[in-house]
């Protein structure tokens, strides 16, 4: 299946401030509620706003919400753990971009 | 179908105990775990380690397993043997021990032809058969990558063509890696670290769920003589003393195009000139600064050693004053 896809794709600049509800984070995710709350509760999501009664998150939360149920189920991590990887995750990723510049 | 050696794929002995199988799962599963590792073919190794384990830890399928004697090898083309399974009590996969995860992974169990048919729910029935099959359907994940391209691309837009490392089942139910291409426009303006959503182009969804998205990361490539900062470009410009000390007009190749930029008369190593709007484009454009970079002509011959030994003299300068 080496055929070259030749659609050309136009990508759209990503701006991960875009918002969404936890309902909408729930679905995206296939998450339940009680566990967007406990993310909430561990300070792995930070919660940006209110719309229509509910809280908001920045796009980035999907990802994360995602990693952590990823971890939780994959390896056993509880979410004090989870919470700690992503941290070490971002700062791995920081000291990355500043190698990268020299 | 072929043959999997689950001992060699988790790297412990035959005569392993359930203990050693056990470490050398976790181990394994934290090392090529997608989320926390680096290995292009991370996903691929992470369900394969998986796939083991489940036979492994379990006594009973191991023992099945074992039967099957010591001398097959991974790929080679094999039948399960008639009544192998006799005296055996198991039942198909996810018979946990509680607290790991099984060789579930993130998409759903799906575990190779060898596996199925041997251990499987639906061994004995062909594959596609699902006992009680229930719709399920879920989004696809999100697949996230990394494009390096040349920060001068930014001022133009580019179009690239990419190969992502995309797991796909084969027709036996291995799970490889494929390489898929797309073409992609990268937008003119674009920034250092931003990503480009692409619509479902990530990994297929389950079921009527739609396929994810596709986030590329955009890096910019080191440059010899450009530094990027934001949508600021700066660069070091080479020049000679004279035209710092006394001043110049020097035309400048910069990637928006040639620039004739004018050196004040008492500028010196690290001076900054900037140019207001010549940076990254964009609704706020960047600036682009040039930094004067002074080069000492080299004193390679008499007539350059005498004009040195002559400013070394006629010019008084202490460049250490302040040390």
Redesign the interface.
Known sequence: ??E???????????D?TTEITTTELC??C?AEHALIEQLVEEGILDPVGDQAGEQCFHYTS??RT??V???Q????INLAGAAL?LEL?DRIEMLR?QV?K? | MEFTDYYKVMGVARDATQDDIKRAYRKL??KY????SEAEDAEER?KEV?EAYEVLKDTEKRAAYDQLGADWKTGQEFRPPPGWDEGFEFSGAGTGDG???GA???SGAQFSDFFESMFGQSRGQPRGAHPGGREFH??G??R?ARIHIDFRDSYTGV?R?ISLHVP?MTADGHVVA??????????KG?RD??????AE?GSPGIGQGKAGDL??EI?FL?DKRYRVDGADVTLSLPVAPWEAALGATITVPIPSGSVGLKIPAGSGQGSKLRLKGKGLPGKQPGDLFVLLDVQLPPADSDAARELYEKMSQEMPFNPRADL
Not at chain 2, 33 to 36: A, I, R
Not at chain 2, 178 to 187: A, D, F, H, R, S
């Open positions: 299946m080496n070259r896809d030749m659609n050309s794709l136009t990508g759209v600049i990503f991960e679905e995206v296939s999907v990802r995602r990693t149920m990823r971890l189920h994959d390896l056993g990887a995750l971009q990268r020299g | 599963a934290r775990h997608p989320d926390v992470f998986g607290g790991t995860a579930g992974g993130f879920m989004r994940e999100d996230h179009q063509s796909e494929q390489e898929k291409t797309l073409n992609v426009k990268i937008p674009i670290g931003q990503k480009i959503r692409l182009q986030f590329l890096e080191a």
